[in-house]
């Protein structure tokens, strides 16, 4: 799995039925809300820029932490953490790794989201249903974006999509976003490459 295709699967999208009282989200109050996960798992479904379809399940721990597990015929593992993200191919037990700063996953896992920083949200729209959020790296604007959508009442954060350096787009629609406990263990990056090995 190449990089692009990794950053592609860290993209959400749902469509929802809003609340009767949804409104637009203030960047405050979105920051607050991605400040306030620690941990939170989901199942997802992965729509690739060439149409494929994969599925699996994301563990997110904050800051600096997130795993994506691919259901079969799928046997990718990608992990976030140390600074890195990794990719681990199962069925030949070979691993990439980049820089966690090339993409713009690094945003929402940074220990404190501040969507108000300068030069950071480069779109903030809502269409009745739900507020989009656009941000990017400014430092980095060269590695693409993250589009994110959120629905109100509670804040919860319903898709994003990421766009790479090659503006190559993909969606993965999260299921319900559970905050719960989970092991360290599973983000343990060396032992989920030697496991594969």
């Known amino acids: 799995m190449r990089i692009t295709g990794f950053i592609a ?5 749902l469509s929802l039925a809003a609340p009767a009282s949804a409104e637009k989200l203030g960047l405050g109050q979105i920051s607050n809300y991605l400040n306030s996960i ?10 690739n820029a ?13 800051p600096g932490k997130m795993r994506f ?23 030949v037990g ?16 940074a220990p404190n989201v501040d969507l108000s920083e300068p030069g950071v949200v480069v779109g903030h729209t809502y269409d009745g249903t739900a507020t989009t959020v ?14 994110m959508k959120f629905t ?7 898709q994003w999509i990421i766009t790479d350096q090659n503006g190559q787009k993909t969606t993965v629609i999260l ?23």
């Open 175 to 197: 299921g319900a976003l559970q905050k719960k406990s989970l092991p360290n263990s599973l983000f343990n990056i060396d032992r989920a490459i030697a496991a594969a090995n």
């Open 94 to 109: 070979s691993t990439e790794t980049y820089p966690l700063g090339q993409t713009p996953l690094s945003i929402i896992l």
């Open 134 to 147: 656009t941000a990017r790296d400014p430092r980095r604007p060269e590695y693409g974006t993250i589009e």
């Open 38 to 47: 620690r941990t939170a798992q989901s199942d997802f479904t992965q729509v």
């Open 69 to 91: 597990d691919y259901n079969p015929p799928e046997q990718a593992l990608v992990m976030a953490g140390r600074g890195t993200v990794v990719i681990i191919d199962r069925r």
């Open 50 to 62: 060439d149409g494929t379809i994969s599925t699996g399940e994301v563990s997110l721990s904050r």
């Open 152 to 158: 109100d009442a509670p804040a919860e954060l319903r």
């Open 9 to 13: 699967a860290l993209t959400f999208g």
